[in-house]
């Protein structure tokens, strides 16, 4: 698991519709996605589907993924290419996030 204060949750879009959750480092500057188009994140996730309740991307992002979403099982690290969005997560939804496996 990550260290809170070396880290900071994200969630990510990329070109190809995929959304992810994971940690980038604390003091990662990603200002705009055509600068760099991939990233590197930590305890990553990746959301499969979610339901309309969510309010989507950044409802993943305030409040997390809810029962009926699907979400992958964690890995320690993952790059992702053609990212389009970083959006700090709050801790409500890494709690969500991470609660909330593939069932």
Avoid: N
């Avoid at 200002?31 to 991307?57: N, R």
């Avoid at 950044?58 to 964690?74: E, I, K, M, N, W």
């Amino acid at each position: 698991m990550t260290q809170a204060g070396k880290t900071r949750p994200v969630v990510v879009t990329t070109e190809h519709k995929g959304v992810f959750f994971g940690f980038i480092p604390d003091k990662e500057v990603f200002l705009h996605p055509a600068d760099g188009k991939a990233l590197t994140l930590e305890d990553a996730q990746m959301c499969v589907y979610w339901s309309a309740d969510v309010q989507g991307i950044l409802g993943l992002a305030a409040t997390g993924p809810s029962r009926s979403s699907r979400v992958t099982r964690a890995v320690s690290s993952l790059t992702v290419t053609e990212v389009t969005a970083v959006i700090d997560a709050t801790g409500e939804a890494v709690k969500a996030w991470q609660d909330r496996p593939w069932s």
